[in-house]
């Protein structure tokens, strides 16, 4: 699996990304996505999860501002970030799971090319 992220940049706080996952090697349907972010130094942590279902979950504090959707004619998966604030730098990636418990396990290896998000205040 191949998994290319991208959209990243600096914005100022109360601004707008869309960040893009491209996805080779992996059914976007047949799999749960998560984003996560890593700031330097820190674990990286699941912000949004979308399941096989098409149900969401997204970590406290970004809840009502991001949104994980996907596009299998694309085969990418996308992170829409509103309202950002400066708490939201970092690195941000992807990856796919088996289910929404999957991709809380920690002992994934295969992460791809993150995408650096910057906020300023």
Same mark, same amino acid.
């Given at each position: ?6 959209? *990243? ?8 990304? +869309? ?50 959707? +996907?596009?299998? +004619? ?22 796919? *799971? ?16 993150? +995408? ?6």
């Amino acid at each position: 699996v191949q998994l290319q992220a991208s959209g *990243g940049g600096l914005v100022q706080a109360g601004g707008s990304l +869309t960040l893009s996952c491209v996805v080779s090697g992996a059914s976007i349907s047949e799999n749960a996505w998560g984003w996560y972010r890593q700031i330097a130094g820190k674990r990286r942590d699941l912000v949004a999860a979308l399941t096989q279902e098409g149900s969401t979950t997204y970590r406290d504090g970004v809840k009502g501002r991001f949104n994980i959707s +996907t596009d299998n +004619t694309r085969n990418t998966v996308y992170l829409q970030m509103n309202s950002l604030k400066p708490e939201d730098t970092a690195v941000y990636y992807c990856r796919p *799971g088996g289910s929404y418990f999957s991709l809380l396990l920690t002992d994934y290896t295969n992460w791809g090319q993150g +995408t650096q998000v910057t906020v300023s205040s």
